[in-house]
């Protein structure tokens, strides 16, 4: 099977602008979730869905960070107006059996951004 | 704030050794972790996951083992090979849930 899609795979900005990423899960997989991957840290859950609605976003900085899931199949991830802080490696993985707790999750290979 | 933490960032062993990974964890409510592999420039990628209602669970080289007394995970790798080579997370969920990662531990096989 197709594993989990993400684009771009590098984005450098300068502080203050604004960038999106796009995830495409693997078929059929109901819940997708975006994390945040800091150089040396463990990835940290920012946004989960279940089909298109909201799982959990206690994580996801709102006042700048912004998540959608219009048709249940792909998402973006934005940030608007970026910070030097919000340089990471953004991860997004899809499960197919309602939430992580049932299975394993698939991740992509992230997008790398430098805010500058 | 309750976390899952590696014991060692950084572990270095001979190819074909056995090498042993720690995690410890400190929530309670936790009853179900996985270990994930990590190479560079990719995303984490499924090794062996283990519930609490179990200690020891086994796969193709890897062993996961599971202390709930010390709240304390283990995966152990046969015959180490370079291509073993990676950053290894544990990760920690509950049935509510809630997920967290630990910092991970970089693992590097000397040919």
């Known amino acids: 099977e197709a594993g989990v899609a993400q684009s771009p795979r590098y984005k450098i900005i300068e502080k203050r602008q604004s960038v999106a990423f796009w995830c495409n899960p693997i078929?059929?997989?109901?819940?997708l979730y975006w994390y945040q991957q800091i150089l040396g840290q463990g990835p940290k859950l920012l946004i989960q869905?279940?089909?298109?609605?909201?799982?959990?976003d206690s994580q996801l900085p709102k006042d700048r960070f912004s998540a959608e899931r219009l048709k249940g199949v792909d998402s973006t991830l934005k940030i608007q107006p970026a910070k030097l802080e919000d340089s990471a490696v953004y991860l997004c993985?899809?499960?197919?059996?309602?939430?992580?707790?049932?299975?394993?999750?698939?991740f992509g290979n992230g997008t790398r951004l430098t805010v500058t | 704030g309750e976390s899952v933490g590696l014991h060692l960032p950084t572990l270095s062993v001979q190819e074909g050794d056995n090498s042993i990974i720690n995690c410890a964890y400190s929530?309670?409510?936790?009853?179900?972790f996985i270990w994930y592999k990590q190479e560079s420039g990719k995303g984490p990628q499924f090794i062996i996951d283990?519930?609490?209602?179990?200690d020891k669970r086994q796969g193709q080289r890897v062993t996961v083992l599971l202390n709930k007394t010390v709240k304390h995970l283990s995966l152990q790798i046969a015959a180490t090979q370079p291509g073993d080579s990676a950053v290894y997370f544990c990760?920690?969920?509950?049935?509510?849930?809630?997920?967290?990662f630990g910092d991970g531990t970089t693992l590097t096989v000397k040919p």
């Open positions: 993985a899809s499960s197919g059996q309602g939430s992580s707790y049932n299975s394993p999750l698939h």
């Open positions: 078929s059929g997989h109901a819940t």
């Open positions: 869905f279940q089909n298109n609605g909201v799982v959990d």
């Open positions: 929530n309670s409510a936790s009853d179900y």
């Open positions: 283990i519930r609490s209602n179990m």
């Open positions: 990760a920690e969920y509950t049935n509510a849930g809630k997920s967290t």
